[in-house]
């Protein structure tokens, strides 16, 4: 598996596929779900999904090889990768950007075949990777992906993130209890009632649930699906197609509606053709840091209390904690303050010796204009500007800004780049600001950042592979299951079922070979109603005369009597079994 491509820092999301551990009951799971859902999307999803399906290499009688996905996904700009769950949102855009589709290698229960909490590979490659296709759609979601990856990520949102992801894993996994899943509910709520404002991250995750995942598109009075969350739930692509889900024109004021993971959507959005989500994702960039920059742009940073970026003018990039914008007197940005380990980029590559480490309690620089130039950007002076302010190697020098900042000290260096200037050090420094102290002479050596405006502000470090781990970007694993014998054995009967099918069996060798199986299995496991279904639809095509094919009608009736959530389930696979 190819990752040499990647980011240092992207690659630990990837895992192996591990094929073998999918048991003879994924693979039911699997073409049961992917069998009613072609049935029905053919008809209900947007014209290009079944077409999706045959060029992305998504088979209905087996789970497939991510790998034989990427290379048809190959063809039209992408490829896919295995991860594992969850993973952060920002590793999952910064992936997207980059063209690469993560899937989760792992496989829904039977018991949430309809609707599973956590990611899973019928999501991921039944629901997202078939729509890649369609040219204006892939290019929708890398455009969303760069924007995305820009946005603000607040603390808040990561606290999140770890709630939901942790809830997934456990309702997901069959060896949890009631009090687990208690415990982990509980958790979501007391983190979801502490969120005290909606970060871009946020919003951009409201955009991506009620387009990419949620997505509805063409009229509004019958439309067609599109979202992977909805092409990947049998029970939702039906229920969002009803009058009882309020269908609402997209406009950039869906991200002002919240969702809620699990539980089916009381209403969706409907774009009028896949350039509609471009136009609208243009406008909410629009409102975003990155574009704004300024002191919009910093108080956004501020509020979030994660490592974020501010650009200047003269293209320098500070990261870390920004926790303080001071203005002066007109309400202009006069200083930038920042907390813990910071880093000093230009063009998104770290500048040599202004790591974190280097400057790993802070930092702050004034921005803004000089007095001696209050029309010219300090970055653009020439040598000749700088040595008239005696700003030159072992001078000492007193700059006053238009602000009111003051800094003197002695000036070690000048760090230019593409003729312009970014940092100028200084050692027995000091800063201040009407009476304030900014910078003392016994805290070090100041490097003082240049530019007189902050053009940009954006999520994360600008250099993230030179800057190195955030909370943002922790990868975790969904562990394999282990499985008692008594589980083993149920597999052995999936495993024998799938067998016989695949051998071709007919006629009465067929039926002593199916009664076989389905008398153990009714014995041990009378209520798993998947395995009856999948042998009535054998015995229907080969042995349709057979005393077996009534006994497992009374199998699947009886059951459907006893359980309401399993009757819709067996009559949708009665219908394509050839029963009804």
């Known amino acids: 598996m190819e990752t040499d491509f990647l980011p240092p820092h992207l690659r630990k999301y990837v895992v192996e596929q591990h094929y073998e551990k999918y048991t003879p009951v994924d693979q039911a799971v699997w073409r049961y779900v992917l069998r009613q859902l072609k049935a029905f999307l053919s008809k209900h999803a947007h014209e290009c999904y079944v077409e999706g399906l045959q060029k992305t290499g998504i088979d209905i009688e087996r789970i497939p090889h991510i790998d034989d996905i990427s ?46 909490p956590a990611p899973d590979i019928v999501h991921e490659a039944a629901g997202h ?31 999140l993130y770890e709630a939901i992801r942790e809830l997934s894993d456990i309702k997901e ?29 946020s919003e951009l995750s409201r955009m991506n649930w009620w387009t990419a995942e949620y997505g509805l598109i063409g009229k509004l009075e019958n439309p067609k699906i599109f979202g992977a969350g909805l092409l990947s739930s049998v029970g939702e692509s039906k229920w969002c197609l009803s009058d009882k889900v309020k269908k609402i024109p997209l406009t950039v004021d869906c991200i002002k509606t919240g969702y809620d993971i699990t539980e089916p959507q009381p209403q969706l959005f409907v774009a009028s053709d896949f350039k509609n989500l471009s136009r609208v994702l243009d406008e909410m960039a629009s409102q975003m840091a990155f574009r704004l920059g300024g002191l919009k742009g910093l108080e956004k940073a501020i509020q979030a209390q994660s490592v974020n970026t501010a650009e200047l003018n003269s293209g320098i990039q500070i990261s870390g904690q920004i926790v303080e914008a001071i203005t002066d007197d007109k309400g202009a940005l006069a200083y930038l303050r920042l907390q813990g380990p910071s880093q000093l980029s230009y063009s998104d590559h770290e500048l040599a010796g ?22 010219q950007c300090p ?39 593409n003729g312009k200037t970014l940092v100028v050090t200084l050692s027995d420094a000091k800063a201040e600001f009407k009476g304030r102290v900014l910078f003392a002479p016994e805290w070090g050596i100041f490097d003082m950042a240049i530019g007189s405006a902050v053009t940009s502000v954006f999520g994360g470090p600008a250099d993230r592979e030179a800057y190195g781990e955030t909370s943002d970007f922790v990868a975790k694993r969904v562990p394999i299951p282990k499985y008692s014998g008594f589980e083993l054995t149920r597999h052995d009967h999936y495993g024998a079922v799938r067998k016989i099918r695949e051998n071709q069996l007919q006629g009465e060798e067929l039926t002593k070979a199916l009664e076989k199986v389905v008398d153990a299995h009714r014995t041990i496991f009378p209520t798993d109603w998947l395995l009856f279904l999948e042998a009535l639809e054998i015995v229907n095509v080969r042995a349709p005369h057979s005393p077996l094919k009534k006994q497992l009608e009374m199998d699947l009736a009886n059951l459907s009597e006893q359980s309401e959530k399993n009757k819709g389930l067996i009559h949708d696979g009665l219908a394509l079994a050839g029963a009804l």
């Open 71 to 116: 290379k048809k996904l190959q063809e039209f700009g992408w490829r896919a990768l295995p991860v594992s769950g969850f993973i952060p949102p920002a590793a999952f855009m910064e992936l997207q950007s980059l063209g690469v589709l993560p899937i989760a290698s792992d496989m829904r229960s039977l018991d949430h075949l309809l609707y599973t």
């Open 129 to 159: 990777a078939p729509i890649l296709i369609h040219p204006e759609f892939s290019e929708y979601l890398r455009q969303y992906a760069q924007i995305a990856k820009k946005a603000i990520i607040s603390k808040e949102d990561l606290d």
């Open 173 to 201: 996994s069959p060896t949890s209890t009631p009090e687990q899943i208690k415990a982990a509910e509980d958790t979501l709520e007391k983190v979801g009632k502490s969120i005290s404002h909606i970060s871009e991250a």
């Open 354 to 375: 202004h790591d974190k480490k280097y400057h790993a309690h802070g930092f702050g620089t004034p921005v803004g204009f000089l007095k001696a130039r209050p029309d």
């Open 379 to 417: 970055s653009t002076f020439t040598e000749m500007d700088w040595a008239a302010l005696h700003v030159e190697p072992g001078k000492n020098t007193r700059l006053e800004f238009t602000s009111g900042v003051v800094v003197t000290g002695t000036v070690q260096s000048r760090l230019a780049k």
